[in-house]
């Protein structure tokens, strides 16, 4: 079983939708999460932390739920420029390895 | 202030044939990793450097696989006797040190094809 997993998509969805996407992560004792964004081609950045109250972040709004080891990130009024492939990350510490999932494809379409 | 950067940023080579691939981290950063990552797939960790202790080489596929960083700043990847599946893009990053700081930045990524 692989430590962080995502559903690879492609999501398709119309400009202005809101979509959703999950990530489950195998290790419990995971301390800190983030999503980071990749466009075609280019390198990962980051798009957000995923703090255990939630957070958002204009239009994105980011979930973490201990319990059922998932966080979730939540895209309102999507946008043509929102395509692009979103990396679910785990961290165990602050000292050890960060773990990326596959990535899930978002398209938006006019 | 200046990125990660990584060289070459492409790179063809003959199967078995040995390639170095470079990456030189934001200054000041002590975390730096080493990814792969193939075509439409994610990233697959490879190598983890952090500070003066010993890196964490448990993503490596093969004992082909080798890293160094030298002085804690500049690390070289090397594949030795490289193979088809080896093709893909070496993606590097580094982070800063401390609590909290967790935020990887990447350099844009070697593209090595091994034909």
């Known amino acids: 079983r692989k430590e962080v997993e995502q559903d690879p998509g492609p999501f398709n969805v119309p400009e202005g939708a809101t979509v959703a996407f999950n990530c489950t992560y195998s290790?419990?004792?995971?301390?800190?999460f983030f999503w980071y964004r990749q466009d075609c081609r280019k390198e990962p950045k980051l798009l957000m932390s995923v703090y255990s109250s939630g957070n958002e972040d204009g239009r994105f709004t980011a979930q973490l739920n201990r319990a059922s080891q998932y966080i979730s990130l939540l895209i309102r009024d999507s946008k043509l420029s929102d395509s692009a492939t979103y990396l679910c990350v785990a961290r165990y510490s602050s000292a050890s390895k960060i773990i990326f999932g596959s990535g899930t494809r978002l398209s938006i379409r006019p | 202030g200046a990125g990660v950067s990584q060289s070459p940023s492409n790179k063809v080579t003959e199967k078995g044939k040995d390639v170095e691939l470079r990456c030189d981290p934001i200054s000041g950063h002590t975390a730096l990793y080493w990814y792969r990552q193939s075509l439409g797939q994610g990233l697959e960790f490879l190598i983890y450097f952090q500070g003066n202790s010993a890196p964490d080489k448990s993503g490596l596929p093969s004992d082909r696989f080798s890293a160094e960083r030298t002085g804690g700043s500049v690390s070289t990847l090397t594949i030795q006797r490289t193979q088809q599946e080896d093709s893909a893009v070496y993606l590097c990053?580094?982070?800063?040190?401390?609590?909290?700081?967790?935020?990887?930045?990447f350099g844009p990524g070697t593209r090595l094809t091994v034909t």
């Open positions: 990053a580094s982070s800063e040190p401390g609590q909290g700081k967790n935020e990887q930045y």
């Open positions: 290790n419990s004792a995971s301390q800190s």
